[in-house]
C-alpha cells in the first residue's frame, strides 16, 4: 500500500460525526445563530482577505505610479 492509499484508508468519514454534531450544537448554543449563518460568515471572512488584499497591492502600485 502506498502513503496516499494510507491516507485515504485512515478514515471513512471525512470527520468524525458525532464531535462535528457537538461542536454544530455548542457553536448554535454559543452564538445564537444556524448554522448556515455560520458557514456564510466564514465563506465571506475567506473571501474578503484575498480580496482585501489584491485590492490594497492594486491601489498602492496605482498611487505610486502616479507620484
Do not use: C
Amino acid at each position: 500500500m502506498n502513503r496516499f492509499q494510507s491516507i485515504v484508508a485512515h478514515h471513512g468519514e471525512p470527520g468524525d460525526p458525532v464531535l462535528l454534531e457537538w461542536i454544530r450544537i455548542r457553536l448554535e448554543e454559543l452564538v445564537g445563530i444556524d448554522s448556515l449563518t455560520i458557514i456564510v460568515i466564514v465563506l465571506a471572512s475567506i473571501l474578503v482577505i484575498p480580496i482585501g488584499i489584491v485590492a490594497a497591492y492594486i491601489w498602492e502600485r496605482h498611487h505610486t505610479k502616479h507620484s
